[in-house]
């Protein structure tokens, strides 16, 4: 949703975290054994507790403000619960196999859902989502687990994109590239006026160059491909993937080389006050922006590679899902209907003041230039991604990190990378 | 029945974290039983090489370093002066904060352009500057520098209680039998100190060990694993990767290091004790 996307968002939370870790080696990981005795908290008929990690402050005032409301409507009772998101992604593996787990969870579509629903975690929605007809196929094709059950309810989704100053490109009288050629060219002609091209944020969020990877990965070979790629079924050692580093080193010398050290907001900050040219970043770090920035933002799509392959972009999808041993099935059910619904969406999306799009397609985004340029942008893409972790798992993500973040530092070694990267990856695969 | 207590609080979750050793476990599915594989695996893993020679680094210079600053401070603050309480508390007051915190006021110092940069500039080193906690050569270092600074302050107290322990007349009499300051220093305080060092030693090695916080609220193990120690990386394998049989058998690698430094230290001083 319009806040901080939690899954790749390791900042904050895990520094609470932190603290737990030094309570000691081996008693601290058999702590974790005893999940069966989770959180207590619905029973049978009672309120249905929904478990957010929308933690961001308008984000929660947005979700309470929509929980009242579904409360005052009579068709049930809710009760909220936001939690810090990094505490909560740690802990959703246990919330879901304890005993007497909450009802709802805020979550991603693709696969990290379809995962949970393998092991019969997930509550079957399928019943929410006769009411939802008129939704686009790709969302239901996105919701809908291996068995060919919908597991998933989307909320809204947002994209990513080369964001930059309007006032500062007109300054230094350059436009928007729409080929890989023109893109580097643009950031010749930035360096050349002493701007670094590109910011980037790798010091504590390395997982922001993995929209770099994703992005030339759909560019090169395509969306097919990266899929498969992200579930295990090619390697990383394959030249296809080696070629989409060949690509990324043309553009490696316009990296701003103090984005190393610093977090993607701090890129942000340095991207609004000029001192980098353009920052490929999802639509969350506008949360940040001070009010006037905000109008002075533009964007343009990911420069295309090879004309050859269909057009997709990155979406990553934000909603919910329920557990399947949750004690008031109806209730939640209801609940579901009721946030998917074209009210819901719409004050979600107004209360939020993010930049997203609600997944309901009768429900109006805002008409800000910035929205309707990046819808159109979503409408016209043939496919959809989700992001690295979202496509594949939260377990993958670190080698990746590890993989992508010497490769920015030392690109010549790209053949030992990718071999240590696929190692790492059959790791993660087998469990 | 305080050791029933003890063993149920302590030795389960160790015998358990033992067990998960041997098993492949997600943290959802039931654990499933693997012999020795994990540790086979831990054999040939570089990045598990990689955290343990930083573990052993971080031992060395962060216990060693944190001993002689702590141990030179004490003696340095040990005369009753005036203003020496004000000094002795300066000293203290980083273990006041958390780990945490102190990595979040060491980050601003470190960043881009931050205090450390102009620091260096002033004096005429900016060829130098470096992104500290994003470089491989650098990171590992730069996270025991702040971990120093609190834990030196920590030492110095240990000792303080140490050396005022320490009954005077024994010095007197040394001084007497014509002592310079440094053999009274070789013969008479630091055999005396005996039972703090083994305090002193353990608290290092623990500290060592754990060092968790600072590492990872700093550079999280990164860049690329370069300034990965043994706890961060057993973190990062068992709540990034899921894979908590493995991150059991690193767990158990560090109690087993652990042990042995103590063990070892122990029966060294027992024996010395005996003859």
Redesign the interface.
């Given at each position: 949703m319009s806040d901080f996307d939690p899954g790749r968002r390791?900042f904050l939370g895990?520094?609470g975290?932190?603290?737990l870790?030094?309570l000691?080696?081996?008693?601290?990981?058999?702590?974790?054994?005893s999940?069966a005795s989770g959180p207590t908290t619905s029973n049978g008929s009672g309120a249905v507790t929904i478990q957010s990690n929308l933690s961001s402050p308008q984000a929660k005032a947005a979700m309470e403000k929509l929980i009242e409301t579904f409360n005052a409507q009579g068709k049930g009772t809710a009760s909220l619960n936001t939690i810090a998101s990094e505490t909560f992604r740690?802990q959703l593996?246990?919330y879901?196999?304890s005993s007497n787990p909450p009802d709802l969870y805020t979550w991603y579509a693709g696969s990290v859902a379809n995962d949970y629903a393998s092991?019969n975690?997930l509550l079957d929605v399928s019943e929410v989502w006769k009411s939802l007809d008129d939704y686009p196929q790709s969302l239901r094709t996105l919701s809908t687990d291996a068995s060919g059950k919908q597991i998933f309810v989307p909320m809204n989704n947002y994209w990513w994109g080369f964001f930059y100053r309007k006032s500062n490109f007109a300054k230094w009288g350059v436009q928007e590239p729409k080929t890989w050629t023109d893109f580097l060219a643009l950031c010749e002609t930035l360096k050349s006026k002493g701007i670094p091209p590109i910011g980037i944020g790798?010091?504590?969020t390395?997982w922001i160059a993995s929209a770099w990877f994703d992005y030339l990965n759909i560019r090169i070979n395509g969306a097919p491909f990266h899929r498969e790629l992200l579930a295990g079924k090619q390697r990383f050692d394959d030249p296809k993937v080696k070629a989409v580093f060949t690509r990324w080193r043309e553009a490696l010398p316009y990296f701003d080389?103090?984005g190393?050290?610093?977090p993607f907001q701090?890129a942000t900050t340095a991207l609004l006050a000029g001192k980098t040219g353009m920052f490929l970043i999802g639509t969350f770090f506008a949360d940040a922006a001070p009010k006037d920035a905000l109008d002075d933002l533009d964007f343009f799509r990911f420069p295309i590679i090879d004309p050859a392959v269909p057009l997709a972009e990155e979406a990553p999808t934000d909603g919910f899902f329920a557990s399947a041993k949750t004690g008031n099935p109806t209730g939640t059910k209801a609940l579901l209907t009721y946030l998917s619904s074209v009210e819901a969406q719409e004050a979600y999306v107004k209360a939020s003041s993010g930049i997203v799009l609600p997944a309901n397609p009768k429900a109006k985004a805002s008409d800000s230039p910035l929205v309707v340029k990046g819808k159109a942008m979503l409408d016209e893409a043939k496919e959809l991604t989700q992001f690295f972790n979202r496509d594949s798992n939260?377990?993958l993500?670190?080698t990746a990190?590890?993989?992508l973040?010497?490769f920015i530092?030392k690109p010549d070694q790209i053949d030992a990378i990718l071999r240590?990267w696929q190692a790492g990856a059959e790791?993660?695969f087998k469990? | 029945m305080p050791f029933l207590v003890e063993s149920i609080w302590v030795f389960w979750p160790a015998l358990q974290g033992f067990w998960f050793s041997l098993t492949r476990w997600d943290g959802m599915s039931a654990p499933s039983f693997v012999g020795a594989d994990n540790y086979v695996e831990l054999a040939g893993d570089a990045t598990f090489r990689g955290a343990l020679l930083n573990t052993v680094i971080w031992l060395v210079l962060f216990g060693g370093l944190s001993v002689l600053g702590g141990f030179g401070m004490a003696l340095v603050l040990l005369k009753e002066r005036r203003g020496v309480g004000f000094y002795r508390a300066a000293l203290f007051t980083p273990v006041v904060f958390s780990l945490v915190v102190t990595a979040l006021v060491w980050r601003v110092f470190y960043q881009p352009d931050g205090i450390a940069d102009t620091l260096l500039r002033a004096v005429g080193l900016e060829h130098l500057i470096r992104p500290w906690l994003a470089d491989p050569q650098t990171a590992l270092y730069a996270v025991i520098l702040p971990a120093l600074w609190r834990q030196i302050g920590y030492v110095m107290v240990l000792f303080l209680a140490g050396l005022k322990a320490i009954d005077p007349a024994l010095h007197e009499a040394a001084r007497m039998d014509g002592a310079n300051s440094w053999q009274r220093l070789r013969h008479v305080t630091i055999p005396q100190l005996k039972g703090v060092n083994a305090v002193v030693l353990s608290v290092i090695v623990i500290d060592s060990l754990r060092s968790f916080d600072i590492v990872w609220s700093m550079t999280r193990g990164g860049p690329y694993h370069s300034s990965e120690l043994l706890s961060t990386y057993m973190y990062s394998t068992a709540f990034q990767s899921l894979r908590l049989g493995y991150a059991s058998a690193i767990a158990v690698v560090i109690f087993v290091l652990a042990l042995a430094v103590i063990l070892g230290y122990l029966v060294r001083a027992f024996r010395e004790e005996a003859s």
């Open positions: 390791r895990h520094l975290l932190a603290g870790g030094a000691g080696a081996s008693s601290f990981l058999s702590a974790c054994a999940s740690t593996p246990t879901l196999t092991k975690l790798l010091g504590d390395p080389p103090k190393k050290a610093y701090e939260d377990a993500q670190p990190d590890t993989a973040t010497k530092d240590e790791k993660v469990g | -």
